[in-house]
Structure formats: structure tokens, C-alpha cells
């Protein structure tokens, strides 16, 4: 499955991210980002899925909620930067 992780620069921010989405109706997860991802090596995601980007970064934008990153999953597990 694909989906997007949208990188916090704390938990709080994850956790505010995350309460946003689900108020406007967007599953969202918070989870620890991969090793892979994470630039500062201790950082949390908010995990949605891949159809609601667009609608994800317009809700995030009318709170005054800035992502630091957002990342998509490759076929093979692996994850590529998003451009929004």
C-alpha cells in the first residue's frame, strides 16, 4: 500500500498534525520515522494515506500547521521526498 509520511519535528507537532487531520475526517497515524528519514535521528510522522495528500496539506495549512518533510513509499518498501 502506498501512503505518505508526513515528518513532525516533535512529537507534540505529530500529535497536533495528527488531531487536525482526524477532525477533518483524514485517518492519520503517528509513529516514530524510519532511520532513513529522519535528518535529526528523533523525529515522529503522521502516516495518511496516499488519496488524501492534497486535502491533508490544505487542512494542515489552515491551522498553521507546517510540515518538515513529506515522504511517499516506494514499491519496494523504500521512501523518495515528496514535493507537495
Known amino acids: 500500500m502506498i501512503y505518505y509520511l508526513i515528518v513532525c519535528r516533535s512529537l507534540t507537532y505529530a500529535q ?5 487531520l482526524e477532525r477533518a475526517g ?13 535528518a535529526t535521528g528523533c523525529s515522529h510522522s503522521v502516516k495518511i494515506s496516499q488519496r488524501r495528500l492534497a486535502q491533508a496539506l490544505t487542512v494542515l495549512k489552515r491551522v498553521d500547521l507546517t510540515p ?17
Open 16 to 20: 497536533q498534525t495528527a488531531a487536525a
Open 68 to 84: 518538515a518533510q513529506i515522504f511517499i513509499t516506494e514499491a519496494d518498501g523504500s521512501y523518495r521526498e515528496a514535493q507537495p
Open 26 to 38: 483524514i485517518t492519520a497515524h503517528i509513529l516514530r520515522s524510519p532511520k532513513s528519514i529522519s
